[in-house]
């Protein structure tokens, strides 16, 4: 891709960062995003704040995860990357610390298949089922086998006590996806004490009919 390109993904990253900022899905220096390009992968640089990002600054890799440029990539590229790499189709990768998704994390008696039930069409629609992956402690390593085990088969995980991550076809898709599974875990929340009519396996199986998942 030529530089101009570069420059318009560089200044995407920032904008969406700072979208995200200032509604509160990335409190300080929280959460971290990618573009895979043919030039490599732009990550957000370690310890910054999405809401302030210079995109100058931010860090370019090669496809194999080499430092190129910009300031060192967040310490959870190696996400990134695992995703990019279960995932061909994926060009972008998103995670937060989102304050309603994290606290569903931190939830016992999950499905480990699928931690937020289907409460409505939109779910389905953008993230379909999430998995949840055991806790691990941030940067660790081993959270990548574990999450390897999922990504081939699911653009969307949940990782116990930490928050989502979500890969998708381009940044607006993969940040419209987040978004939704940060508001359907608001919901889950708010009625988790009440009796809810999920959809149905039926409804389910429509939706997925009508509106499969690009990502």
Known sequence: MSHVTESRLREQMALHGQSLHQRGLVP???GNISLRFKGGILVTPTNSCLGRLDPARIALLDHNGKHLSGEPASKEAFLHLLMYQKRSTAKAVVHLHSTHAVAVSCCSGLDPHN???AMTPYYVMKIGLLP???YFMPGDQALAKAVAEV???????LLANHGPVVAGKDLDNAVYAIEELEESAKLFLLLRN???NALSVEQIAALNESFPIEN
């Open 115 to 117: 931690a937020i039930p």
């Open 151 to 157: 990504a081939a088969t699911r653009h969307a995980v």
């Open 194 to 196: 009440t009796a809810v």
């Open 28 to 30: 300080g220096s929280s």
């Open 132 to 134: 949840l992956v055991p």
